[in-house]
């Protein structure tokens, strides 16, 4: 690569801006803001739809607005039947993952304001995903146990609906705060992977299910939403609290990463971290999460002390799923099912700055290499 590609090219786009952005701020020195509001304002004093409504309608709800919303999220917490079918007909084997991506982009086919991209449908739609995407989640999970799904109940806020209908129990009072902040908590964040891949397949004016099925796609990684899963086989495997160190530098002995740690933004403590371990903390009178919350203290230690690095949202967040009784291949998918609002706030904004995302690719191949016909190679 020459002297000059070598200064235009940012590996990773690392601190490069794309787009002008009002929806969420991840200050490198640990804060997260969504809509100029800072989350350790909102977590424990707001609904789960407070905040949807917020990134999607870019003001706080007054209880009349909360009331209408929450009546639109109610109203469209079902399935097209041909939806249920496809969950129903999908191999076991099939990772949760791969089943919301498909079926998020199934149910594109099913939109009653297809071809309309007013900023009226544009919020229907909105909506409809918001409350959609965790019933996909719900149905699957149902589904696979062979278990009946719950009707919703309109008394119920939104996220208590959702962890009802995914667990067939009713969620005491604690499961229910518990829900909503872990779904304020994964609400938005910046220009994440996942965000961005929306934005991008907005940016060529794309539908909204595409972008959030791209997001989908980008979120299942381990490097992105994929590394909650990974967090608990890691804990899983450590049995004792007692084998953490040998674990833990067995891994950084072999260059590998440390799944839940580090963060490309914040040089700080994660502003979500906080939130999650005291949802965890809340857990400990259970012995299962007092084992889990001691193996990851032990971790956070050793991992500061030996690459001054710190958890991120997936570490303890892990520990909070395994709480609420969530299987671990389904930790992405109640990321997925808060990141949906963001992700829709920032298919709507990027519909607004109305620029094709596409950057260059600086070539470092050949040149005019001699052709020879297929019969003389
Ligand atoms: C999410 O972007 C977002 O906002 C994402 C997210 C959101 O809300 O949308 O916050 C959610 O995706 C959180 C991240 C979940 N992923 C993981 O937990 C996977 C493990 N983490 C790493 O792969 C890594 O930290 C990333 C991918 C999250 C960030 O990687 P960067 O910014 O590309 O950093 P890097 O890989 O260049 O590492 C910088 C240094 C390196 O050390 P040196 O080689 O320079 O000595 O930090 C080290 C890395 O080795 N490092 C780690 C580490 N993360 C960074 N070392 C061990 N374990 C880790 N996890």
Redesign the pocket.
């Known amino acids: 690569m020459s002297e000059d590609n070598e200064k235009s090219v940012v590996r990773?786009l690392?601190d490069v801006a794309a787009a002008e952005t009002k929806i969420s701020y991840?200050d490198p020195a640990g804060f997260l803001y969504y809509l100029g509001y800072n989350i350790d304002d909102l977590v424990g004093s707001t609904m789960y739809t407070e905040i949807a409504y917020l990134l999607i309608h870019k003001k706080l709800p007054n209880k009349q607005e909360l009331t209408e919303f929450s009546n639109q999220l109610y109203h469209e917490m079902y399935l097209p039947k041909e939806i249920v079918q496809s969950i129903q007909a999908t191999p076991e084997s099939a990772p949760p993952m791969a089943v919301l991506r498909t079926e998020v982009s199934h149910l594109g086919e099913f939109d009653p304001d297809e071809g309309d991209f007013s900023q009226a449908a544009n919020l229907r739609r909105a909506t409809r995903l918001i409350a959609r995407v965790p019933m996909i989640v719900a149905t699957l999970h149902r589904t696979r146990q062979n278990l009946p799904i719950p009707k919703p109940k309109k008394e119920y806020a939104f996220s208590k609906n959702f962890l009802y209908m995914f667990k067939g129990v009713v969620p005491d009072e604690k499961e229910a705060s518990v829900i909503h902040r872990f779904m304020i908590l994964?609400a938005d964040?910046?220009f994440?992977?996942?965000t961005f891949a929306a934005r991008v397949t907005a940016s060529t004016n794309s539908d909204m299910y595409s972008a959030v099925t791209s997001a989908i796609g980008t979120l299942k990684g381990?490097?992105?939403?994929g590394?909650s899963e990974k967090v608990m086989d890691m804990l899983d495997e450590i049995n004792l609290e007692e084998e953490v160190e040998e674990y833990i530098q067995g891994l950084?002995d072999e260059k590998k990463?440390?799944?839940?740690?580090?963060?490309?933004?914040y040089k700080a403590q994660?502003p979500r971290t906080k939130h999650l371990r005291g949802i965890v903390e809340d857990y400990c009178h259970r012995e299962r999460s007092q084992g889990l919350y001691n193996r990851c203290m032990k971790i956070e230690q050793l991992?500061y002390q030996r690459?001054q690095?710190y958890p991120?949202?997936?570490f303890y967040a892990a520990v909070a799923m395994d709480a609420l009784g969530v299987p671990k291949d389904f930790y992405p998918l109640f990321f997925a099912s808060a990141r949906v609002s963001g992700w829709v706030a920032h298919v709507i904004e990027q519909y607004e700055d109305a620029v094709l995302l596409r950057p260059k690719g600086e070539y470092i191949g050949d040149f005019n290499r001699p052709f020879v016909p297929i019969e003389k190679r």
């Open positions: 990773g690392r991840v994964h964040h910046g994440n992977a996942s381990p490097l992105h939403g590394a950084l990463k440390i799944m839940g740690f580090g963060h490309r933004v994660d991992v690459k690095i991120n949202v997936d």
